[in-house]
T-cell receptor
Framework: AQSVTQLDSQVPVFEEAPVELRCNYS??????LFWYVQYPNQGLQLLLK??????LVKGINGFEAEFNKSQTSFHLRKPSVHISDTAEYFC?????????????FGTGTQLKVEL | NAGVTQTPKFQVLKTGQSMTLQCAQD?????MYWYRQDPGMGLRLIYY???????DKGEVPNGYNVSRLNKREFSLRLESAAPSQTSVYFC????????????FGQGTRLTVV
């Protein structure tokens, strides 16, 4: 079975500073990787996804993530954060084949951007 | 552009009461999911339906039942609500291909007293 670990439950950062949100996954077979964002009192929306090809993936709102197969990681980065980036961020995996097409999520990282 | 619609948005139940959470999608997706979100635990899969006519248990199915009524609708039923089922419930849908994203509803905030 696949699993996702987000070690940082909260990450405080000052506005315009860079940020990295960590995600590690475990799976015996190949997976697709996703990052979702959840703004307060809303549902989740996709930030970016890694399917294949280039290991650096660019998403919306200036976010990017790098897939590292040897370290089974998919860390999310932004070079300069804004107050509006304050939200909860979830990493998720899905098996390439089988598994009922289900998404498995990490426990989330609360990003708090301060002035 | 409705996407995934969940009803109701808020609900308060007494212990032992039953209710059904409704979910409908208008994107012609094959797969649908029910998750619950609790602080510090992320989203945990309750049940999912990979395609119309099939349903399977997820990580935390106890106390819940589901019905895939048709391709558009996937409902979640609590037969006898318990305080431990106080949570925010999200419905999601996706196309059959595993490389596609899932789209989420706005959530149902359920409190069981």
């Amino acid at each position: 079975a696949q699993s996702v670990t987000q070690l940082d439950s909260q990450v405080p950062v000052f506005e315009e500073a860079p940020v990295e949100l960590r995600c590690n996954y475990s799976s015996s077979v190949s997976v697709y990787l996703f990052w979702y964002v959840q703004y307060p009192n809303q549902g989740l929306q996709l930030l970016l996804k890694y399917l294949s090809g280039s290991t650096l993936v660019k998403g919306i709102n200036g976010f990017e993530a790098e897939f590292n197969k040897s370290q089974t990681s998919f860390h999310l980065r932004k070079p300069s954060v804004h107050i509006s980036d304050t939200a909860e961020y979830f990493c998720a995996v899905r098996l390439l084949t089988g598994g009922g097409n289900k998404l498995t999520f990490g426990t989330g990282t609360q990003l708090k951007v301060e002035l | 552009n409705a996407g995934v619609t969940q009803t109701p948005k808020f609900q308060v139940l007494k212990t032992g009461q039953s209710m059904t959470l409704q979910c409908a999608q208008d994107m012609n997706h094959n797969s649908m999911y029910w998750y619950r979100q609790d602080p510090g635990m992320g989203l945990r899969l309750i049940y999912y339906s990979a395609s119309e006519g099939t349903t399977d248990k997820g990580e935390v199915p106890n106390g819940y039942n589901v019905s895939r009524l048709n391709k558009r609708e996937f409902s979640l039923r609590l037969e006898s609500a318990a305080p431990s089922q106080t949570s925010v419930y999200f419905c999601a849908s996706s196309a059959m291909a595993s490389n596609t994203e899932a789209f989420f509803g706005q959530g149902t905030r359920l409190t069981v007293v």
